[in-house]
């Protein structure tokens, strides 16, 4: 193929860039987005604060523009994110025990439900393994309401729609290490148990190196029964920037449940990083970690 999400698509995989509403106004944007994209995700329209700003009142208008954009030419939708500690409405933040679980698991079921039928893969908890060797769960106010939040969440993601790839989420999760054997060893218990998991998520916010069990620590996953998808990749820029993507995009291509890559924005002047992390720069060119991966694709 001549595009990412053409050459993706030839490889039974998606290609996908997430997107942030206020950008859709912007015709350079767009252009990039509706020739090289096969999917989307909305860069911050879908998380708790944008959805529910006041507890009970539910907001979805500049989720539905990004929807939308998508259903209108094609593209397939990721959800990012039914629960996380990050970006949560003011008054969540300052709830706990019962009452933010009740009010968690309502959030979960009426935005999933919202979007039924019309989601590729959700998100349903993001974030929830803390960093470092400990393997432990990550300190925040939804595991303070108990251990089994996370089963809960992805239970009622599944009853509001069942036909959404229920994910769970997280970074630093990219190479074999202490974090993400904690999240394989959560993912084993759950398919165990009946818990309802269909696919883990890699950020893949990268640095200067690639994690030399990259395509290994995806591949132990997938042996799980789960898909696995590159759900947020940047890269940082410098010598190894198109060398990490191409390594990136074969890795996803060497699983055989690795269902696609999606790439945290689109030009260099659109992510939520300052080292030009992206695969077009600040004028819309396609930079050398775009032909990298396209060739790898
Ligand atoms: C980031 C967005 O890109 C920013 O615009 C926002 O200010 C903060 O969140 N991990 C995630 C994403 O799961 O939701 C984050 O997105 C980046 C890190």
Known sequence: GTTLGTSAAEKGRYFGAAVAAQRLSDSQYVTILNREFNSVVAENEMKWDATEPQQGVFTFGNADRIVNHAQSRGMSVRGHTLLWHAQQPGWAQNMSGSALR????????????????????????????????????????LQRTGNDWIEAAFRAARAADPGAKLCYNDYNTDGVNAKSTAVYNMVRDFRARGVPIDCVGFQSHLGTTLPGDYQAN??????????????????????????????????????????????????DSDSWRSDNPLLFDRSGNKKAAYTATLDAL
């Open 102 to 141: 009740n009010a968690a698991i309502n959030h979960v079921s009426r935005v999933a439900g919202n979007y039924r039928g019309k989601i590729h893969s959700w998100d349903v908890v993001n974030e929830a393994f803390a960093d470092g060797g400990g393997g432990a769960r990550r300190d925040s106010n």
């Open 218 to 267: 995806l591949q132990r996953f997938a042996d799980l029964g789960v898909d696995v998808q590159i759900t947020e990749l940047d890269v940082a820029q410098g010598g190894s920037q198109a060398t990490i993507y191409a390594g990136v995009t074969r890795a996803c291509l060497a699983v055989a449940r690795c269902t696609g890559i999606t790439v945290w924005g689109v030009r």
